[in-house]
């Protein structure tokens, strides 16, 4: 109920940032030419030089360790989400994030060209985090997670079927994004952001609507951005899979009261199970030989796909779009295109674009035929690790999934503060 009353009060608190209010005052119009003066107030984040930002995601990433590991109380993980929801989404207005960093980097890297300390810094601390102690950047630190975490009032469990499907969609995000960042078409992942519109207070409808329905969903599907799109989740993911020490829901020796299963909002608690029997083997054994050999299919599948797909990506960039501006556009209409007047003032031919263009094509037709075996052979792993299955005596966090919202640690009975709770009641 405490939780619940959080949430009212928080979106209350920031719902109203998202616009601005007009003046109550009309300004007073002068027949003499006088002009009023406009003042000028710059923005208190104009104040904070960017490298900060690297010093205060660190020093965040720790509280949030704290707050997991030690304190192990989901109000408090709560209420210091808002924290970092003001700050990085609302005061720094979600940029430079580490989710967009991704795109930054891999420009960095395949250009040759410098990268600011802070920037990569940004990109690698959270991995870091994740890989020493699970995704703690989403459990309070990432402003895009906590600002769906406070509109899941109703979570639904997603099919397993549906939720294997769905979450190679930030796969893909992450190798287009990337394709479309080396070969300079831009920053994908920046422009598909749902909620950067309302951090920054303007956006075209469209992207607002979205962010609005992204809200809406995640009323019944725990953070949908976070599990079916988020491309810096799936970095976390693989850093998350080697934790050195990962996310317990329980302090002390697991009860299997199944508790903890009714209240996390993204089915990130694996169930005990026994090992597999001598039949249950051999027909594990089975599957795994047949989902082996279908696995090349699968991937070089994808890669064609990607291949295909390349040519329809490629019209982000803009040697692609003008070629096809020139192709479509008639001379009465010319006038009507900035950049194909710009490009006749180069001296350059029709031909000299469409050739361009053509370049730009193979070069994205090349990227996403590897971006698509990527999926193609993450897909395949996927599929073959169902063919492993071992023994599990005790509830616990799934390593991959569990974003550390803190839910199960209020519900479990075995954990130090609610055994503390327990005792109050009881004497």
């Known amino acids: 109920m405490r939780t619940l009353k959080i949430k009212i009060g928080a979106m209350g608190l920031f719902l109203p940032l998202a616009s601005f209010g007009e003046s109550r005052f009309p300004q007073p119009q002068f027949e003499t030419g006088h002009v009023v003066p406009q003042a000028v107030h710059p923005a208190f984040s104009e104040f904070v030089p960017p490298w900060a930002d ?5 020093l965040a990433l ?3 360790v704290w707050l997991v590991r030690r304190v192990r109380a989901r109000r408090w993980i709560l209420l210091f989400s808002l924290v970092c929801l003001a700050w990085f989404g609302f005061v720094r207005q979600g940029c430079i994030c580490p989710v967009g960093s991704t795109q930054n980097v891999a ?3 395949w250009a040759g060209g410098g990268l600011p300390w802070f920037v990569a810094a ?8 994740a890989l020493l102690f699970g995704r703690v950047f989403c459990a309070a630190v990432c402003p895009l997670g906590a600002l769906q975490d ?3 009032v ?7 079927a549906l939720d294997a499907v769905l979450r190679l969609v930030p796969l893909a995000v992450l190798s287009v994004g990337i394709v479309c960042a080396v070969n300079g078409a831009g920053y994908l992942v920046c422009r598909t952001d749902p909620f950067v519109g309302l951090f920054r207070r303007g956006a075209p409808l469209s992207m607002l609507l979205v962010g609005m329905g992204v809200l809406l969903v995640g009323m019944v599907v725990a953070r949908p951005y976070c599990r079916y799109f988020c491309p810096y989740g799936v970095l976390l993911e693989g850093c998350s899979r080697l934790a050195w020490r990962r996310i317990e829901i329980a302090e002390q020796a697991c009860v299997n009261c199944r ?6 909002p993204v089915g990130a608690v694996s169930l005990p199970r026994e090992a597999p029997g001598g039949a249950a083997r051999a027909r594990l054994y089975r599957r795994f030989l047949g989902l082996l050999a279908v696995a090349p299919v699968l991937v070089f599948g994808c890669a064609a796909a990607g291949w295909a797909a390349g040519a329809q990506v ?6 692609v779009e003008l070629a096809e501006s020139l192709a479509t556009a008639q001379a009465a209409t010319e006038d009507l295109h900035p950049e194909i007047e710009a490009f006749r003032r180069t001296g350059k031919d029709r031909p000299w674009a469409e050739a361009r263009a053509a370049e730009t094509v193979g070069r994205f037709r090349s990227g996403c035929a590897g971006a698509g075996a990527f999926i193609g052979l993450v897909a395949a792993l996927r599929l073959l690790g169902l063919t492993r299955l071992r023994r599990r005596a005790e509830h616990e966090a799934d390593r991959v999934r569990c974003i550390a919202c803190g839910r199960c640690f209020e519900a479990c009975p075995m954990n130090a503060q609610k055994g503390k709770f327990l005792k109050a009641r009881l004497s």
């Open 62 to 64: 720790a509280v949030s």
């Open 122 to 129: 940004l990109f690698a601390l959270p991995l870091l985090a």
């Open 314 to 319: 490629a019209r982000l960039h803009p040697d």
């Open 107 to 109: 420009a960095a890297v």
């Open 154 to 160: 109703w979570p639904r469990r997603v099919p397993p």
């Open 54 to 58: 690297a010093l205060i995601l660190a």
């Open 150 to 152: 406070l509109f899941v």
């Open 259 to 264: 508790l903890c299963v009714g209240v996390c």
